[in-house]
């Protein structure tokens, strides 16, 4: 599906009313789409449907996400009062800190549903409604520089399982890709690094007045910390360049330039192990 412009366009912004999502509602009400935003705090969503209704019209609906059938009532429900939706933003989800040697499974099994689940959830309800309707359709998941690899400097983040969440994210849309090049219906990995999300803003605004905060410490170091202010972007930024990836009708669209040599790096390490278990001598 190529997509030109937004204007007209309905839109749905799952995990919309906070972060990343919140920006992506921004921009595409800003290009005359409408919008529909879900959240599981629904005072939220609201809150932010009265704040962005001056840009377009946007409705929140509350829709838990790792719920099959909240998500087939969320469909009914756009489909009854919107229409049907062009393009799904499945951005859902949420952070996870914890040593993969000592996090509860079932603290692995809630972030994977919350993370993963929810986006199955999502393309399984919406891709064949899509089809059934011989109409074109566009899905983006968002995942994370943590999708492509381990990014250098945040060894101490503890966000193995995190990764390895937004990792099944990536085999996911690769998989799905495939499934799809005979349909009208297509996909697209949104890869941010660092976003400067409101949980983000309330830490470094604390760090500001107690700098060695040890909860917040405990999580990362004053050289993480550099290192994050060095690479994040708004969520203005990141949304303006998941819809100038989406135009382009780029697969894989990841955010800031220092992800490549994370991608690099895999790259060089698989290519040294074949050239080491292919020698002969």
Known sequence: MTIT???????????????IGKGIARACLEEG??????????????????ELSSLGPIRAIRCDGTDRRAIDEL????????????IVFSNAGRGFSASTLEASMED??????????????LAQSYIPRMIALDRPGHIM???????????????????????????????LAEWLRADLRKTCVSVSLLMPGPVLTEGLASTFKILETD???QQIRQQFSKEVESLLRERMISTQECAELALKG?????FY????????????????ELEQAFVLLNDNQ
């Open 211 to 213: 700098p060695d905060n």
């Open 246 to 250: 989406l135009k382009r009708g780029l």
């Open 141 to 171: 998941f968002t995942g994370s520089e943590h999708s492509v690899g381990l990014p250098a400097g945040n060894e101490g983040l503890n966000f193995g399982f995190y990764g390895a969440s937004k990792h099944a994210l990536l085999a």
């Open 253 to 268: 669209i990841p955010t800031q330039s220092h992800i490549k040599s994370d991608i690099d790096r895999r790259s060089e």
């Open 33 to 50: 789409a409408r919008v529909i935003i879900t959240n599981l705090d629904i005072a939220v969503g609201k809150g932010t449907e009265a």
């Open 108 to 121: 692995v099994h809630n972030l994977f549903s919350t993370n993963y689940d929810s986006a199955v959830h």
């Open 75 to 86: 469909m009914d429900d756009v489909w009854e009062n919107e229409g049907p939706i062009d």
């Open 5 to 19: 412009s937004l204007k007209g366009k309905t839109v749905l912004v799952t995990g919309g009313a906070r972060g």
